[in-house]
């Protein structure tokens, strides 16, 4: 006895590009953070030697912290050496991060 099979007949699905599902990505989530941190960026740019800029660059921001990537120990404990006037200058030119603390991490 062979069953037959019946199939409902389903609406067609509108098929969206990846393209413009990327695109709509980057302008609602991506774009607007980027924007906002870049402040952050440039300011860290300016209160950091050009030199020691090459070796680090920051991660990312959460609850207070400002998580900073270190290509080197020796760099890592120059950032730490001035951690506390970094902070000084983070604080002054960006309050509206609350940042508190820096991590410098491996990266």
């Known amino acids: 006895m ?3 099979i019946y199939f409902s007949k389903r609406q067609p699905r509108e098929v969206e ?3 413009d599902v990327l695109a709509v ?3 609602s989530k991506i774009a607007p953070e980027q924007e906002q941190f870049s402040s952050v960026y440039e300011i860290w740019q300016q209160l950091l030697p050009p030199e020691l800029c ?3 660059r920051i991660d990312s ?3 207070g912290q400002l998580k900073v990537l270190v290509d080197s120990p020796s760099y890592m404990y120059q ?3 001035c951690q506390t006037d970094i902070l000084a200058g983070l604080r002054s030119q960006c309050p509206q991060f609350r940042i508190t603390r ?3 991490a491996a990266g």
Request: charged share 30%.
């Open 17 to 19: 590009k990846l393209g």
């Open 2 to 4: 062979v069953e037959s």
């Open 102 to 104: 820096l991590k410098f």
């Open 25 to 27: 990505l980057m302008e």
């Open 79 to 81: 950032l730490q050496l």
């Open 54 to 56: 090459k070796h680090c």
């Open 61 to 63: 921001i959460s609850k």
